[in-house]
């Protein structure tokens, strides 16, 4: 055990992923160099010659220790299994080097396959394929990984885009959380599923996937059976949608702008909004950025609501000791949201544009190493087995009307609200 952990010191998980995130700015920052390896190659004689290559191997051994130690750090803080995570992280290393040479061919980066959609991939592969050990399945820290990325992604959108950008983002996620949030509990209580199920899916659908449905859960104490059901919805659900949505939204001929919102407004997890709003473009990823965390702001709101409804009007055995609580607001709250903004204004008004010049290109490097090892690990945590353990047809029903309503709604909204407001 660390000295960290026996001196009981532990601070949440979305507020390690704040202080990972900034440790990596501060290095680059200071100038300490993160060489990233090269994956792009055109034949076999590019991938021996260039891919390889001792200098690039060196390279990708660098990726593996950065990896490693920021994990090692993570599970410290957060007071994980530290050895478990150790033997976890070359795995899901090994596995998003290998989906990052098959999205550097040539051929297929031409028609804007991206690292995250062969990282996924891969991973779902892997998982579905085999029987893996829980210790490896139970510490790829998909959701952990990704938000150290999101705090990093924050060096790249001006504060300024954010006030402009974010006061829409409100308006849009008050107007479609609250329209699909209704219609999703609405169309449970008619195909009689019960309430904590009701709840559950209600949330992930409307505000922000698994962070909501295990806020909600969470709130009303809810059957941990109930709540990985639902997460494993979110999730296969997330697949089609990130692929699909860009490509859709390309035949609508919808603006950049549009497109980031209607994707940050429907895509259930955070994740798969980054890796959609990246097939799409800068623009598009931006916007549909500022648009989930928008939606992710309203999450604390929504547990702290549905705690109320919980206390005075759910029903269950344990009713008299759920008590609501104004903390729940802030216990909710993602924290990795301030890393976001701190990045930005930090970005935006400390750092001189010369240094912000010479930042980029690491920072980006290593923003989608977290992408990538992210979807390598929500890959390697679906089972798709696992959407029919529950023998529950009504909610998987409910939950795909209710999320082709979200699409519809949120289309229609970000058309309103985004599609001259950067004019």
């Excluded at 990896?67 to 530290?82: E, Y």
């Excluded at 999205?103 to 891969?122: D, P, Q, R």
Aim: positive net charge; hydrophobic residues 55%.
């Amino acid at each position: 055990m660390t000295e960290f952990a026996k001196k009981g010191w532990r601070i949440s998980e979305d507020w390690a992923v704040v202080l990972l995130g900034g440790i990596l700015l501060v290095l680059v920052v200071a100038g300490v160099p993160f060489p990233m390896p090269s994956f792009g190659w055109a034949n076999g004689n590019d991938l021996a010659e260039k891919v390889f290559s001792g200098k690039n191997i060196g390279s990708m051994l660098f990726l593996l220790l950065i990896t490693l130690a920021i994990a090692a750090i993570g599970a410290i803080v957060t007071q994980k299994p530290l050895q478990h995570v150790l033997k976890a992280i070359p795995i899901l290393v090994v596995i998003t080097i290998a989906a990052s040479i098959l999205a550097g061919n040539k051929s297929l980066s031409g028609i804007g396959l991206e690292t995250v959609i062969f990282s996924l991939l891969l991973g779902l592969l892997i998982r579905n394929l085999f029987q893996l050990p829980e210790w490896l399945v139970n510490n790829v820290s998909a959701e952990f990984y990704v938000k150290i990325g999101l705090v990093l992604l924050g060096t790249n959108i001006i504060f300024g885009d954010i006030l402009k950008a974010g006061l829409l983002g409100i308006v849009q996620s008050l107007v479609v959380v609250l329209s699909v949030w209704y219609f999703a509990f609405w169309l449970c209580k008619k195909y009689k599923v019960d309430t904590e199920l009701s709840l559950m899916i209600s949330s992930a659908v409307s505000i922000c996937g698994v962070s909501a449905a295990i806020a909600t859960a969470g709130a009303i104490k809810g059957d941990n059976k109930k709540l990985s059901y639902v997460i494993s919805l979110v999730l296969v659900c997330a697949i089609p949608m990130l692929i699909g949505m860009p490509y859709i939204a390309k035949w609508l001929q919808l603006s950049p702008e549009v497109t980031g919102a209607w994707l940050g407004g429907t895509i259930d997890t955070t994740g798969a909004v980054v890796a959609s709003g990246a097939l799409v473009g800068e623009e598009a990823l931006k916007m549909a950025t500022i648009v989930k965390f928008s939606q992710n702001v309203l999450l604390g709101l929504a547990a702290f609501a549905i705690s109320v409804y919980w206390t005075y009007i759910g029903k269950g055995d344990l009713q008299d000791e759920r008590r609501v609580s104004y903390k729940v607001l802030w216990e909710r709250f993602p924290k990795f949201v301030i890393g976001f903004i701190l990045a930005s204004l930090f970005f935006s008004f400390v750092v001189s544009s010369e240094t912000v010049a010479a930042a980029k290109p690491a920072i980006k490097s290593l923003q989608n190493l977290w992408f990538a090892l992210a979807f390598t690990g929500i890959g390697l945590e679906t089972r798709f087995s696992d959407l029919f353990k529950e023998q529950n047809s009504k909610a998987l029903k409910v939950f795909l009307v209710a999320q082709l309503f979200n699409v519809l709604i949120t289309l229609l909204v970000a058309s309103l609200l985004f599609a001259h407001s950067w004019k």
